[in-house]
């Protein structure tokens, strides 16, 4: 797999993350959109410059790269300044991701984590908006029981 870059352009001075804790999973709460569009909806909102998260991943399972990954996000106002933000585009109160874009986010994850680990250090943890803060988000459909036992998985098992 790989990430599709946008190369979307930032109304504020974007800042670096200090220290990368856990990965926190949203949901657009749209239908299929790019990450171009949630950019477009981000900028209009006051202070963010533009999109929040770092990933998004579309129903088709395509990757795409929102805020560069270094930087702090707009995602989660408690977790901003130690998570990495992917969202799944679609609405998870009404339907569930597609196969396509949970194997993505799968891969993304790993991906994530094989980069921010450390002999000795614990996995990056995997929370949802909702965890963080009064919200449904990524939707009460998310298959978060789901995903957690694809995580554990060895990649390439069954």
Not at 111 to 139: F, M, Q, W
Request: aromatic share 6%.
């Amino acid at each position: 797999m790989q990430i599709r870059e946008t190369n979307l352009r930032f109304t504020r001075r974007l800042v670096n993350r200090r220290t990368t804790t856990q990965i926190v999973i949203h949901h657009t709460a749209s239908g299929d959109v790019s990450a171009d569009t949630v950019h477009s909806w981000h900028l209009r909102k006051a202070g963010w410059g533009g999109i929040g998260y770092h990933y998004l991943i579309r129903s088709g399972g395509d990757i795409e790269r929102g805020r560069p990954e270094k930087v702090r996000g707009t995602h989660a106002a408690r977790a901003n300044s130690t998570s990495i933000a992917i969202a799944l585009s679609g609405n998870f109160s009404q339907t569930r991701p597609t196969p396509r874009q949970m194997d993505s986010l799968v891969w993304l994850i790993r991906d994530i984590r094989s980069r921010y680990s450390s002999p000795g250090k614990p996995a990056l943890a995997v929370v949802r908006h909702a965890d963080l803060s009064a919200t449904e988000c990524p939707g009460l459909l998310f298959p978060w029981n789901e995903l957690h036992r694809l995580l554990r998985q060895t990649p390439g098992a069954g």
